[in-house]
């Protein structure tokens, strides 16, 4: 076992705390942002930083201590109880791609609204109402 | 024919990306494919609904991967049903849009009908699928699809219902992913069925999580009080098909969402009286604000959430009678709003007004299409020859049935409040004196087509309701059947 994975395992818990909190700390942080801030573009900051913890959050779930990427290449044919969880990562590429249309589709309302209305503030866009 | 339910999604997707090319070649491709693609659809539903019936659930293996492993899809009597509704619904609306501004040149209509194409194969595979991640990635396929369709008009009211749909859409799809995510930590599968098979030993707590986020996400797509902020602006700003395809094709999704969460991955007794508590209330507060509208088409949004809440109740209450209700309903609902947006659109396309005054006195000069549009609003009601008859019904004696008196009482008095907006418009159509200047825009003979056939079959169901009831006892009874449905995916020979 290699110096650097005895580290690892050693400070396990500090690890899972560092990107467990992380993770949590940036979906506040978005939701912080969708919550309060007033400009359109702050918004949509906001959702992609939610979409960051939660894919944080998958691969953290994944990980297995002192376990290597789920890759089968030569020599490592045998080595399926060694790698990590391969799912969640699987899972955060296609989150990922469509956090990142989400992101492109609403940037461009975005522009769309600022074109029309001459602002970005949320508050001034109220002609819509129950 | 060798059919599968893979082509169901297949097919849609396929041709929604392949209309750019084609529309190079032939100039009203894009016009005619897809067309093409939802009669296709159609005769394979066809097809696999009467297999489905004969002879058991469906379960397509993809890729070799044999369940729990890899993603897999499952066409039980109870998607077979919806399965049939979405794809006949997608090909009717798409009738009934084929004119769909025909004035314009260019892409804008290309635009439209792949993006109705890329809604109705995401709608089919979230009825599909048996995979819950998958069925993450089709949520967000019609939610992104319909966010586009509602932005549409590049109005500045468009781009308004568009953001708005997109916030609460994209905080839908976080919850969702965080509560996929809590029963793969727990159960170590995403699939359904074997979810649904280690479900008991997870702790309550952990449980509970993740079905909150799971209903605060499916609930924010399936129109749920207080999560439905977007309905009303999304259905009233989208294309006026579109708006149709709304109710008719991603509601059924999403309703039918719901209740796979609620009755496969959760036992019936978890979320039964949360489902009665929220439908009841997204029905009173639906109707309460439909009544207060002047614009038609938000009325009509409204109306449309009323009709999800009373699903929801359906489903709540559990028993076979109420599902088959809740089926009975939302084919019906499905049917019939379709109709009253589409007449109404012709209204509103003649007038040049969304509001419910400039309606006065229009049958003179839209008589078909007014009397189209009474037959519907009677039937949403549940006057008793037109269909939306029995689907009350039903789940009034199923709710009597279960001695609820106060929510049977509830209902009723919901129902009077519908029934006084409808009746009014209907006042106002045919009794008010006319105002406006005579019609410039008759309804196309496609659009009169789909009209008249969604018509014909609000009457014949009204009249034989036998006709379906046995397809629709069956799938209730499936629905209810958990176990089966685990055995059958996760044993496959």
Do not use: C
Not at chain 1, 19 to 36: D, E, H, Q, R
Not at chain 2, 369 to 384: M, N
């Amino acid at each position: 076992m290699s110096n650097y994975q005895e580290i690892i395992s050693q400070y396990r818990p500090l690890l899972e705390i560092i990107v467990y909190g992380s993770a949590v700390a940036l979906i506040l942080i978005g939701l912080y942002a969708v919550l309060v801030k007033k400009h359109l573009v702050k918004l949509v900051i906001g959702l992609s930083l939610i979409d960051s913890g939660v894919n944080l959050l998958f691969v953290g779930v994944g990980y297995v201590t002192n376990h290597t990427a789920p890759i089968f290449s030569p020599g490592f044919e045998t080595a399926a109880d060694k790698m990590v969880d391969p799912v969640p990562q699987a899972l955060v590429l296609t989150a990922i791609v469509i956090g990142f249309a989400v992101t492109a589709l609403a940037l461009s309302l975005v522009i769309r609204l600022y074109r029309h209305h001459k602002t970005a503030n949320v508050e001034q866009l109220n002609r819509l109402r129950w | 024919m060798v059919v599968s339910p893979v082509h169901l999604i297949a097919a849609p997707l396929a041709a929604a990306f392949l209309i750019p090319l084609l529309n190079k070649l032939y100039r009203d491709a894009a016009r005619v494919v897809p067309g093409v693609v939802f009669l296709y659809n159609l005769s394979v539903s066809w097809i696999l609904v009467n297999r489905v019936f004969r002879s058991g659930p469906i379960v397509e293996v993809i890729a070799g991967w044999k369940p729990p492993f890899g993603i897999n899809l499952v066409m039980t009597p109870f998607s077979a049903v919806l399965v049939m509704l979405v794809s006949f619904m997608a090909f009717v609306i798409w009738l009934y849009g084929f004119r769909f501004k025909r004035s314009l040149k260019g892409g804008v209509v290309m635009y439209y009908e792949i993006l109705q194409m890329m809604m109705a194969a995401g709608s089919l595979g979230i009825i599909l699928t048996g995979d819950l991640f998958n069925m993450f990635v089709f949520v967000e396929i019609t939610g992104i699809t319909a966010i586009a369709l509602t932005a549409f008009y590049r109005d500045r009211d468009g781009a308004e219902a568009g953001f708005k749909y997109m916030l609460l859409g994209s905080m839908a799809s976080v919850f969702l992913l965080l509560g996929i995510l809590l029963i793969y930590t727990q159960t170590g599968s995403l699939n359904m069925a074997q979810i649904a098979e280690r479900m008991p030993a997870v702790a309550t707590g952990v449980k509970v999580t993740a079905l909150i986020f799971l209903l605060i996400s499916l609930g924010t797509e399936a129109e749920m009080f207080p999560l439905n902020g977007w309905a009303p602006d999304a259905y009233s700003q989208a294309p006026s098909p579109t708006s149709a395809a709304f109710a008719a094709v991603l509601g059924v999704a999403a309703i039918y969402a719901l209740a796979r969460v609620g009755f496969t991955l959760y036992d019936h007794g978890t979320v039964s009286g949360f489902l009665i508590a929220m439908g009841f209330l997204t029905m009173l507060f639906a109707e309460m604000a439909a009544i207060t509208q002047t614009n038609l088409k938000r009325m009509l949004a409204y109306s449309s959430m009323g009709q999800m809440g009373l699903a929801m109740i359906a489903f709540g209450i559990g028993s076979e009678a109420a599902l088959f209700g809740a089926l009975f309903l939302i084919i019906n609902h499905a049917i019939i709003k379709s109709l009253l947006f589409m007449t109404g659109s012709y209204f509103i396309y003649n007038l040049n007004d969304k509001r419910l005054r400039a309606l006065n006195g229009i049958h003179k000069r839209l008589p078909y299409v007014s009397f189209l549009f009474a037959l519907g609003a009677l039937a949403i009601v549940g006057f008793p020859p037109f269909s939306g008859f029995w689907s009350k019904f039903y789940i009034l004696t199923a709710a009597g049935a279960k001695q609820m008196m106060p929510l049977i009482i509830g209902i009723l008095a919901v129902t009077v409040i519908e029934m006084t907006y409808y009746l009014r418009v209907i006042g106002r159509i045919y009794f008010a004196k006319e105002e406006s200047e005579p019609a410039s825009h008759k309804p196309s003979i496609q659009a009169l087509v789909a009209m008249t056939s969604l018509a014909v079959l609000i009457i014949v169901l009204g009249l034989y309701p036998d006709l379906i009831a046995g397809f629709l006892h069956r799938a209730s009874m499936f629905l209810l059947d958990k176990q089966t449905y685990i055995q059958t995916v996760l044993h496959l020979s």
